[in-house]
């Protein structure tokens, strides 16, 4: 090749696509501006029609050779869940009962392929309003880490995912891990989605609870309701119904009115209406499963 810019003294280009092993290589190179990959599986498939490579973009970053943001370990007061650790990672890894709605959800995330691709945060980053893992996160208190060559922070799940497609992450961070916090006492959670058909769909309406138990009854409540609005949200209302309340018979205590902040919108799959009904038979047989 004649002339390159190394042989004339100019800076070399940046990499179109680049897979760095080193964490600090890929701070650098998302400090430029690079696009984040992970999995792949909302990526690729956005790009359908389309130019790999967004005119404004300098490069994508494929983060998928850094093995210090992968896996899932115990800490003294959270498990830490790497962000590139893969669906088929956490529905196999042997998690304590807190962990069944992420679980559950994990099963949920498209085919058997697309499980074993995806990473979690990958499926956070995309913040899809339908996003199965994002109820099951908010259910289970989560945080999500952030990393930059400036240093690192935390936010909660809530405050990271602002609407459809948008996110609190800044043009040189990289979400590292999510953070869960252990619960005081026993703790049980569950999943429930209502799609067209059984397997391989997006979600009408999705909800997730766990539950704090100490003596048989609520300590702690936290339910989410994903597909019924820009973000995934929790209800404050109806977790404060929750509180103190024993375990037996729990859907009985899921009224209309806790699902207040919800708003449904009509599109292909459902109506506004039918979703807002099915919204409260979807929570009332999470909570029916819970008091099992």
Known sequence: MLGSRAQSGLEPLPPRYARPKALEDALALRESGAQIIAGGTDFFPARVGKPLYDRDVACVLDLTALPELRGIREEVESYRIGALTRWTEIVEAPLPAQFRCLQAAAREVGGRQIQNRGTI???????????????????????????????????????????????????????????????????????????????????????AGCLDVVDGRIAGARVAVGACSPVALRLPALESALQGATTSDLGRLAKAEHLAPLTPIDDVRATATYRTEAALIVVRRLLQELSA
């Open 121 to 207: 945060g990958g499926n956070l980053c995309n913040a899809s309003p339908a996003a199965d893992g994002v109820p099951a996160l908010l259910a289970l208190g989560a945080e999500i880490e952030l990393l930059s060559r400036g240093g690192t922070r935390r936010l909660p799940l809530s405050d990271f995912i602002l609407g459809a497609r948008r996110i609190a992450l800044r043009p040189d961070e990289i979400a590292s891990a999510i953070l869960i916090p252990k619960p005081n006492g026993a703790a049980h959670s569950g999943f429930v989605k209502l799609g067209a058909r059984r397997y391989l769909v997006i979600s009408i309406v999705m909800a």
